[in-house]
């Protein structure tokens, strides 16, 4: 069966620090993969989707990024966090030709 | 692009009343229609979908129908119970990208 990991669970930055997110998934390959962000009681906020390694599309322009460096992992930077970058950040996976989408545990980033 | 609007915002019902949720889409390619619970703290779980060849679905107590002509679906649980309080996501696939997500409904059900 596959499964999808997300570290931290949790993290808390200071304005101005560097950000990194992990996401993993196990049990399938070549995976469609996504980064979602969720402010406090809103909805899905797509950010960035990677249809294979070195391939990321940017939904939302800003100050993170993406990147795919293995088939199974996505993760998730900022060179500088701001304020306005906490939320809820989700990962997700896609099988290709198949549209089921499934989400990780995500990880709470708050910004102080 | 594809735009989903998701109705009502919030729904409060009581145990073993039924609660209907519904979603209208803009893009007529869309051919791909799942349902997500999310629970506090968690991500978001895939509930139920449905395809643009079938009007109807149902697994135990919740169901999905859609109409292709009007361009909305809806999610439908009936009996519900207190466990089924979560917010609620529609989402619809053109098969270009990725889903677009409606804004999402708060379901409370009073024990």
């Known amino acids: 069966s596959q499964t999808i990991h997300q570290w931290p669970a949790t993290l808390v930055q200071p304005v101005g620090s560097p950000l990194s997110l992990e996401c993993t998934v196990e049990g399938t390959s070549n995976p469609n993969l996504y980064w979602y962000r969720q402010a406090a009681g809103r909805g899905l906020q797509l950010l960035f989707y990677s249809v294979g390694i070195g391939q990321i599309s940017s939904e939302v322009p800003q100050n993170l990024s993406a990147s795919r460096p293995q088939d199974r992992q996505f993760i998730l930077s900022s060179k500088k966090l701001l304020l306005s970058d906490s939320g809820f950040y989700l990962c997700?996976?896609?099988?290709?030709?198949?549209?089921?989408?499934?989400f990780g545990p995500g990880t709470r980033l708050t910004v102080l | 692009g594809e735009n989903v609007e998701q109705h009502p915002s919030t729904l409060s019902v009581q145990e073993g009343d039924s609660a209907v949720i519904k979603c209208t889409y803009s893009?007529?390619?869309?051919?791909?229609f799942p349902w997500y619970k999310q629970e506090l703290g968690k991500g978001p779980q895939l509930i139920i979908d449905?395809?643009?060849?079938?009007g109807e679905k149902k697994d135990q107590r919740i169901a999905v129908t859609l109409n292709k002509t009007a361009k909305h679906f809806s999610l439908h649980i009936t009996e519900t119970q207190p466990e089924d309080s979560a917010v609620y996501f529609c989402?619809?696939?053109?098969?270009?990208?990725?889903?677009?997500f409606g804004s999402g409904t708060r379901l409370q059900v009073q024990p």
């Open positions: 989402a619809s696939y053109t098969g270009r990208r990725a889903l677009t």
């Open positions: 997700a996976w896609t099988r290709k030709q198949y549209n089921e989408q499934f």
């Open positions: 893009d007529s390619a869309s051919n791909y």
């Open positions: 449905i395809r643009s060849n079938v």
